[in-house]
C-alpha cells in the first residue's frame, strides 16, 4: 500500500485512479448522465449559489462530476459487473459517520433508486489500496446491496 495525501481532494483522485483502472469497471454512461442531470434540477437553487462560486455562471455549465458530489455527494459513480455503484471516498474519520448516514437517508434513498443504483457506500481510506484490495471492496459492495454502509481500504 502507498501512503496518501491527507488532503481530501489528492485522496479522491488517488482511490478513484486506482478503482478505475480494475478490468471491468466501467464510468458514467451517457444515459446516466442524462437522467443525473434531470433529477439534479432539484437541486439547482439550493447549490447554484455555490456554484457560481467556483465560477460557473448557468447550471449546463457544470461538470457531471461536480453535480454528483454537490447534489447527491458521491465522489465516484461505476458499473462493475452489471452493478451500479456510488462511493463517498474520505480518509477523515470524522466524515465516516455524517457521509454513511447521508447515504442511508429515505429521499437520499430514492434518489438512488431513479439513477438505478444497487449499491451506495462510504469508502475509507487510510491507505491508497491495492487494485487487487479495490476489487475486493467492489465485490463486497455487490454481494451485500446496502446503502450507507462502510468499507475501509
Known amino acids: 500500500m502507498t501512503k ?3 488532503h481530501g481532494l489528492a485522496l479522491e483522485n488517488q482511490v478513484k485512479q486506482i478503482v478505475l483502472s480494475i478490468p471491468g469497471v466501467k464510468e458514467l454512461s451517457p444515459q446516466k448522465q442524462t437522467l443525473l442531470q434531470t433529477l439534479s434540477c432539484l437541486y439547482k437553487d439550493k447549490q447554484l449559489g455555490y456554484l457560481k462560486s467556483e465560477g460557473y455562471q448557468h447550471w449546463g455549465q457544470v461538470p457531471t462530476s461536480r453535480v454528483l458530489d454537490q447534489c447527491f ?3 465516484l459513480l461505476i458499473s462493475f459487473r452489471g452493478y451500479w455503484i456510488a462511493l463517498d ?3 477523515k474519520d470524522s ?3 455524517y457521509k454513511s448516514d447521508r447515504f442511508r437517508d429515505r429521499n ?3 434518489m438512488f433508486r431513479a439513477l438505478d443504483l444497487d449499491t451506495a457506500a ?3 481510506a487510510k491507505d491508497v489500496p491495492s487494485v487487487e484490495r479495490a476489487q475486493e471492496i ?3 459492495l455487490i454481494k451485500h446491496h446496502r446503502f450507507g454502509g462502510v468499507v475501509i481500504a
Open 4 to 6: 496518501l495525501f491527507r
Open 73 to 75: 455527494g458521491i465522489d
Open 89 to 91: 471516498i474520505t480518509g
Open 95 to 97: 466524515r465516516v459517520k
Open 108 to 110: 437520499q434513498r430514492r
Open 122 to 124: 462510504v469508502l475509507f
Open 138 to 140: 467492489l465485490e463486497q
